[in-house]
């Protein structure tokens, strides 16, 4: 199993970013990919997720109405489309991936290395 991030970047408070997460070596139509993000000194937190089964998505209040998650099941690649960033998104960004039972908050056992997002004020 292989989770590769790409696409973090420096970027000015108010810009976009879109996160990639590419999948391998599992069938990726049985899982759910989850975003996290843990930025310095703080916990990991959950910030988006969607099942690649039925399109099921879980956004995190703080990212409700700014971040997107999307899937291409014929790229195995999973997105974070993320808009109106905010200093406080600064954070290593990681993509997980679980077998989906039904519900995003789950353990999560294959994880990506991350990619750095910097949100400049």
């Known amino acids: 199993v292989q989770l590769v991030e790409s696409g973090g970047a420096l970027v000015q408070a108010g810009g976009s970013l879109r996160l990639s997460c590419a999948a391998s070596?599992?069938?990726?139509?049985?899982?759910?990919i989850g975003w996290f993000r843990q930025a310095p000194g703080k916990e990991r937190e959950g910030v988006s997720c969607i099942s690649s089964s039925d399109g099921s998505t879980y956004y995190a209040d703080s990212v409700k109405g700014r971040f997107t998650i999307s899937s291409d099941n014929a790229k195995n690649t999973v997105y974070l489309q993320m808009n109106s960033l905010k200093p406080e998104d600064t954070a290593l960004y990681y993509c997980?991936?679980?077998?989906?039972?039904?519900?995003?908050?789950?353990?999560?056992?294959?994880w990506g290395q991350g990619t750095q997002v910097t949100v400049s004020s």
């Open positions: 997980a991936a679980e077998i989906w039972s039904g519900i995003c908050n789950t353990e999560y056992h294959y």
């Open positions: 070596g599992f069938t990726f139509d049985d899982y759910a």
